[in-house]
């Protein structure tokens, strides 16, 4: 049973920075690439940034390039997204997802939701103005 858990969200304030991590058990974390995603009250899922299975190959949405970073890393099997210049639009709860085809790269973007099949219950990040 694949298993997946985020850790790290909180209040921090406009301006801060907040690193969130995912550690996923009951598969080969190597083998997948990996997203984070957030849903906002009221609004839809989107996605935020992938990594490819190997953690070589990055996207970001336009509206966090330069101030997101997402890492993944193979050998402690774990992945990150480094969020930094949080604003009160970043509010949201964030989620990890793992594909669940294995050895599949990102090109651009997340691509379909539906890649990912399995996912985590969230962790609240709040920017507070």
């Not at 995912?22 to 957030?38: I, Q």
């Not at 509010?91 to 990912?116: E, K, N």
Request: with cysteine; charged share 20%.
């Amino acid at each position: 049973q694949v298993e997946v858990v985020e850790h790290g969200g909180g209040l921090v304030q406009v301006g801060g920075s907040l690193t969130l991590s995912c550690t996923v058990s009951g598969l080969t974390f190597e083998d997948h690439a990996m997203g984070w995603y957030r849903q906002a009250p009221g609004k839809e899922r989107e996605e935020v940034s992938c990594v490819d299975f190997s953690g070589s190959t990055t996207s970001y949405i336009d509206s966090v390039k330069g101030r997101f970073t997402i890492s993944k890393d193979n050998n402690r099997g774990t992945l990150n997204l480094t969020m930094n210049s949080l604003t009160p639009e970043d509010t949201a709860m964030y989620f990890c997802a793992v594909d669940r085809a294995r050895y599949r790269t990102v090109i651009g973007s997340c691509g379909s939701p539906l890649r990912f099949q399995f996912w985590g219950q969230g962790t609240q990040v709040t920017v507070s103005s």
